[in-house]
């Protein structure tokens, strides 16, 4: 049994990963501001801001692995770089992963070119959540404390509470470079993408790197 935390673990995509990790029989801990009207048996949900140390300390100390699955549309906006900072240092700190869910426009069209998130076609509604999860990835690589194993998740283009999708139990992982299918599309629904997060848990495959997510 892993002991797993979730900041923002009742989001749309925390959600999903502590269904999964729970069914798994790991010892899983939320927290987020407010707590689910509906609660998963087995599951400790804390209540708490991310921005209030002692609530970022209880909720990471102990556990192997550690989601970061807060969106900066929640109201962070740029402030969740520095708030991912100090989670990174705690999780080092303790000797956690540390798992940052961030976003598709953080992939890049080729290897080697710029993110999507640095280019013009990212949609004006999505351009500020865009950019703050691609410099978390940048401070990931280039910044984070040498000891720390983390990985970056970002899952496809069509992903989220808005496109929830038909779950199907496989998905396909890539690296920076963003995946499509035949058709030119790239979507992934929540259970599958929480699937592929915690198998990573399981069966660490990538160590401070960033992969892409889709079926
Ligand atoms: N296609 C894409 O690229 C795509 C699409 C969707 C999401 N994403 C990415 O996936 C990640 C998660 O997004 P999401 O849509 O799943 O999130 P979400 O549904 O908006 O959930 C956010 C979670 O964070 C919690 N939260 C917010 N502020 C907090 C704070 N200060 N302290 C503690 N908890 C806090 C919320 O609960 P409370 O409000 O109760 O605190 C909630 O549990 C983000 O990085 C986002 O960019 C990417």
């Known amino acids: 049994m892993t002991s797993i935390t979730v900041i923002g673990g009742t989001g749309y995509t925390g959600s999903h990963i502590i269904r999964e990790a729970a069914a798994r029989g790991h010892q899983v801990t939320s ?3 407010s707590l689910p009207a509906e609660q998963l048996p087995g599951v400790t949900y804390l209540a708490g801001s991310a921005t209030d140390p002692d609530a970022l300390r209880r909720a990471v100390t102990g556990a192997d692995a ?3 699955a807060i969106s900066p549309r929640a109201g962070l906006g740029e402030d969740l770089l520095p708030l991912y900072a100090d989670l990174a240092d705690l999780a080092a700190a303790s000797g956690a992963r540390l798992g940052v869910v961030g976003g598709f426009s953080a992939l890049r069209p080729a290897a080697g070119a710029p993110r999507f998130a640095e280019g013009d076609d ?9 950019r703050v999860m691609a410099a978390v990835v940048d401070y990931l690589i280039d910044e984070a404390p040498e000891n720390l194993d983390w990985f970056y998740a970002s899952p496809a283009a069509s992903y989220g509470a808005y496109a929830p999708g038909t779950p199907t139990g496989t998905y396909r992982t ?3 470079v963003a995946l499509f299918d035949d058709d030119g599309e790239s979507a992934i629904s ?4 929480a699937l592929a997060l915690v198998d990573e848990v399981d069966k660490p495959r990538h160590h401070r790197t960033q992969f892409g997510v889709t079926s």
């Open 31 to 33: 927290l987020s501001r």
């Open 174 to 176: 890539g690296g920076d």
């Open 66 to 68: 550690v989601f970061a």
């Open 190 to 193: 929540g259970p599958d993408f």
């Open 122 to 130: 990212v949609p004006p509604e999505f351009a500020e959540e865009a």
